[in-house]
């Protein structure tokens, strides 16, 4: 990884929880939800959000700070399929969120800057996990995809060693802003079908 590489992913790194800001504000101009795009876009936003908890309950509350840390390497549940159960997460309710909105040009602009964010925050976080654990790592990463499961079965471990209720905690400005920001496209999409804009 390049010096300027991992300068970027460590500023996205931490800065991540403010980089749906753009999203929200072009949801808010672009969304022209329908009935079927309301369909078609809340099953990947309950999908993302379930594999949120899933991911929480194995990972626990770490995730919520702006400095990179690991105390263990977590290789159980949704880590064992994929090593990046979270941003595979936040994907999933991003198509969702991008679907219901039903405006093709911003979401395939939204899709390019989560894909820029990940393609630099990932091989920062790695290079993070293969110094703190090598061995580990190594072998967790020859095994294991970076993002998408080979297999969905595999693996299969829904209890971690945090509990439901516990992740549920964790996780209830995710639920809140996520909330939100459907209210702003049920909002959005009234408003803009109100002065006539297709």
């Given at each position: ?10 500023a ?146 829904a ?6 209720a ?15 920001l ?17």
């Amino acid at each position: 990884m390049t010096s300027l590489a991992r300068t970027i992913g460590a500023a996205l790194f931490r800065w991540r929880d403010l980089l749906p800001v753009p999203l929200v504000v072009g949801l808010a101009w672009a969304a022209r939800p329908t009935r079927l795009t309301w369909l078609a876009g809340l099953p990947f936003v309950f999908v993302g959000e379930a594999v949120r908890v899933w991911s929480l309950m194995h990972i626990g509350p770490t995730t919520r700070t702006r400095e990179i840390c690991a105390d263990r390497l977590v290789v159980s549940g949704p880590y064992a399929l994929t090593r990046n159960p979270l941003y595979l997460a936040n994907l999933l309710k991003v198509a969702g969120f991008l679907v219901i909105a039903g405006h093709g040009p911003f979401a395939v602009l939204a899709l390019a800057f989560y894909a820029f964010e990940y393609a630099t925050v990932i091989p920062f976080e790695e290079q993070f996990l293969e110094g703190k654990f090598p061995e580990a790592f190594a072998e967790y990463r020859s095994r294991v995809p970076v993002l998408l499961p080979r297999a969905w079965l595999e693996g299969w471990d829904a209890r971690g060693p945090h509990s439901l209720a516990e992740a549920v905690r964790s996780e209830r400005r995710t639920f809140a802003s996520s909330g939100l920001l459907l209210a702003l496209l049920w909002g959005a999409g009234r408003w803009n079908a109100g002065r006539g804009v297709a």
